[in-house]
């Protein structure tokens, strides 16, 4: 990998093609696996790799005519750079010159020390080294659509850490209000795009809108009237606290195989999300972009939650006594999320926040769907201790083949059983209100009486699965778990004794349990006696009843023709 591999000659069609990215990162094996995870989203391409800027700046000289097939940079910035070496902010400088409309995405430290000449260069984002890959992506993404991604935090240390140098006062003053003014308008478009996300009529969006372009404006009037005065040979200074103590923030990221697991089933998030089984779920009412955006953030929050707990050090005897508190707390932080914290209806001329009154129904749905979603547990041993996992009475050790597909197949389906613990409460208490229709649900879903019907097929499906499905799946050692298929989301069956589950069956789903064991105890000598009696009856129609048939036939027509003889005899 030490050369730039163009790949511009397998280009995709120019309609709809994926996003063109130029990678540059020294490390080899981040290179390597940096590649690998953004290919494996469909809107995303790696074309084009180096290694250092040199080799980049290079490459982008030797392709200057197919450049435009490059649609974004992301450089990785040395971990050992330092404030004497300029050749990160050189290659930006030369890219902003010869490729204005070519947005560059940093990825670095928090004390990076060429984050605020960087900043002051136009770059159009940042992306702390660490991250997941979901928020890399969404960083990309976020470039790509035009916008910036440099978070209020980051902002807010690079206006910190400016101070008086040896230029003149007048140009310290005029980039102070740049950072300043650049900064303020990051923050409010922020705010203006997290508003836009809600659900707003279309007044209030059209205002949004033109909200947002205001801004956009008012940033690219700055880019020019208050223009960078950093130069290839004046790098800001930085305090000596920001570059000789790192920020008192901690950060724990998760395991490589962990980190593997969650980009697997986020690749699977980009394919179909149909509901492809018979029973109904009450994301089904969502439309399809809205899914998506529920499944990442829950994979989102949950690997949050994992650092967290490795942060707390939990042990590995206190895992199963927080269980339950610990998916009650990532539904609450998902609702919270995925609603908004302050989203306000109007009902009956009153205006209603409604997480709190989503909070309501926590006892149900801890009951009804939380705490039956299976081997939670084992997954988070896995995840946290590296405990193994028994796959069919079998030990599949961490990290192995086995292991890992189980572990996925586990995650998918808390995914999905945790979406649907989020809609919920919706669907019992706004599903029917037209804004809610209008923000989230699918466009085959409108009606009232389509609502009631999908309301009604949910409510029937949790009593056939509570008096019939889960007796019968505990009855026969299983457990029917909801996967990510390239075709859409279908139910397996995994093998899982369940022995203690069955013994605390009690009326009618023992009453399952038990007409299931007399159907299979009564079932077999039944076919048995039903097959001796059709042999018998079998033996009877054809060896006596068709055999005396066919000699009473026999005698028939052996009498016509002793008949037809005697009369031709007659007749001569």
Not at 254 to 277: G, H, M, P, Y
Not at 452 to 473: H, K, M, T
Not at 493 to 509: D, F, H, M, S, W
Request: net charge neutral.
């Amino acid at each position: 990998m030490a050369e730039t591999p163009p790949m511009f000659g397998a280009a995709a069609p120019v309609e709809d093609r994926s996003m063109r990215i130029l990678a540059i990162e020294s490390d080899p094996v981040i290179r390597s696996g940096l590649i690998t995870c953004l290919n494996r989203f469909p809107d995303l391409q790696v074309a084009a790799e180096a290694e250092d800027v040199d080799r980049a700046w290079q490459f982008l000289l030797e392709n200057n005519d197919k450049i435009s097939d490059i649609d974004l940079i992301l450089y990785g910035l040395p971990l050992d750079l330092s404030l004497q070496d300029r050749s990160s902010f050189l290659f930006c400088q030369q890219v902003k010159a010869k490729y204005p409309n070519l947005p560059i995405l940093i990825l670095a430290t928090a004390q990076s020390p060429e984050l605020t000449a960087l900043f002051q260069s136009g770059i159009e984002g940042y992306c702390v080294r660490g991250s997941s890959i979901l928020d890399l992506v969404s960083c990309i993404r976020r470039i790509a659509a035009g916008e910036t991604s440099w978070t209020p935090a980051i902002l807010q240390q690079i206006t910190i850490g400016s101070k008086p140098s040896s230029r003149n006062l007048v140009s310290n003053i005029r980039d102070r209000l740049r950072l300043v003014s650049l900064q303020q308008i990051e923050t409010t478009l922020m705010q203006v795009n997290n508003q836009l996300d809600g659900d707003l009529s279309e007044l209030d969006r059209a205002i949004l809108a033109g909200r947002k372009r205001e801004l956009n404006t008012a940033r690219w009037l700055i880019d020019r009237l208050l223009p960078a005065t950093a130069s290839v040979n004046s790098v800001p200074d930085l305090p000596s606290q920001l570059v000789a103590a790192p920020l008192q923030i901690v950060s724990i990221s998760s395991d490589r195989l962990a980190q593997s697991l969650f980009d697997r089933i986020a690749t699977k998030l980009q394919s179909s999300l149909e509901n492809l089984t018979p029973t109904a779920l009450e994301i089904d009412i969502l439309r399809s972009d809205k899914k998506r955006e529920l499944f990442y953030l829950i994979l989102k929050q949950f690997e949050g939650m994992l650092d967290e707990l490795r942060f707390s050090q939990v042990k590995i005897e206190q895992l199963a006594a927080k269980q339950s508190a610990l998916m009650l707390d990532l539904w609450v932080s998902v609702t919270t999320d995925f609603f908004g914290r302050y989203h306000t209806l109007s009902i009956n001329d009153r205006h209603v926040e409604i997480i709190p009154i989503l909070l309501q129904d926590t006892a149900i749905v801890q009951a009804e769907i939380l705490a039956k979603i299976p081997q939670s547990l084992d997954l988070l041993n896995y995840l946290l201790f590296k405990t193994p996992l028994t796959i069919d009475n079998t030990i599949g050790t961490y990290g192995s083949s086995i292991a890992e597909d189980r572990a996925g197949i586990i995650l998918e389906n808390l995914t999905i059983q945790m979406a649907n613990a989020v809609m919920q409460p919706l669907l019992n208490r706004f599903g029917n209100l037209e804004s809610m229709k209008s923000g989230f649900y699918d466009r085959r879903l409108l009606s009232s009486r389509d609502i009631e019907r999908f309301r009604n097929d949910l409510s029937w499906r949790y009593r056939i699965d509570r008096y019939i499905g889960e007796p019968q799946a505990i009855f026969e050692s299983q457990y029917r778990l909801f996967i990510f298929t390239d075709y859409g989301i279908k139910r397996i069956a995994i093998y899982a004794p369940r022995p203690e589950e069955l013994e605390r069956l009690a009326g009618i789903p023992l009453v399952v349990t038990l007409t299931l064991e007399v159907r299979d105890a009564i079932s077999p000598r039944l076919t048995s006696a039903t097959t001796f009696l059709g042999s018998g009856v079998v033996y009877l129609l054809t060896e006596i009843i068709g055999r005396g048939i066919g000699l009473i036939g026999r005698g028939i027509i052996k009498g016509i023709g002793n008949i037809w003889q005697e009369t031709n005899r007659i007749r001569r």
